[in-house]
Nanobody
């Protein structure tokens, strides 16, 4: 069973930055497509950003230009750099991995508020 563990969430003021990290136990990590999703209260879980096994990245429209997803294959880590944060970015952020099966982390809370 592959484990995904997020870290880096917290409280930040509007306009601030946070960097989320996701540590994985995946044996064949380089084969995984990795992504970040988020879910705000009352809303469905939504894709924030995805990075494929080949390193190609795509973003949700609401975060494009502000967030950057990256991966370190040697460390089996995925990151989400979040800049120019807005109150509407407040949500629980989940790490997601896909290779033959799908895996989810437990989530980390991000709150953007003054």
């Amino acid at each position: 069973q592959v484990q995904l563990v997020e870290s880096g969430g917290g409280l930040v003021q509007p306009g601030g930055s946070l960097r989320l990290s996701c540590a994985t136990s995946a044996t064949f990590f380089t084969m995984y497509d990795m992504a970040w999703y988020r879910q705000a209260p009352g809303n469905q879980r939504a894709l924030v950003a995805i990075i494929t096994s080949s390193g190609s990245a795509n973003y949700g429209e609401s975060v494009n230009g502000r967030f950057t997803i990256s991966r370190d294959n040697a460390k089996k880590m995925v990151y989400l750099q979040m800049n120019s944060l807005k109150p509407e970015d407040t949500a629980v952020y989940y790490c997601y991995g896909r290779f033959r099966s799908e895996y989810w982390g437990q989530g980390t809370q991000v709150t953007v508020s003054s």
